[in-house]
């Protein structure tokens, strides 16, 4: 028992390895708090695709309640392309810009 504990060689390794893993461990630390103080708040993709798809259910809406065509095209500013030949809804916010091509 007492060459146990009088074994020096295996301090130093052992000493070296736990600095090693606490030093590992404060910049894991480190990094997780300082990428979460900063987030990017001017990038919101999702909230523009939702209210694009939320603007199509309204377009199903009012012609389903019989508004004319031409009503819902000025209401919800409906564009037509007319290369592509087809109708769209163009949503900015910021630097996003989202076209939703609207089925026929």
């Known amino acids: 028992m007492k ?14 390895l736990v600095m090693g893993i606490l030093a590992i461990c404060i910049v894991a630390i480190l990094s997780f708090s300082i990428s979460s103080k900063s987030p990017k708040s001017d990038f919101t993709p999702s909230g523009i695709i939702e ?10 809406l009012y012609s389903s309640l019989g508004f004319d065509e031409s009503e819902i095209i000025q209401i919800f500013d409906i564009k037509y392309d007319e290369k592509l030949k087809i109708k769209y809804v163009l949503l900015e916010n910021n630097s996003v810009r989202v076209r939703y091509n609207l089925p026929e």
């Open 3 to 16: 060459n146990i504990l009088k074994n020096k060689r295996g301090d130093i390794s052992i000493t070296i």
């Open 51 to 60: 209210e694009a798809l939320i603007i199509k259910e309204k377009i199903n």
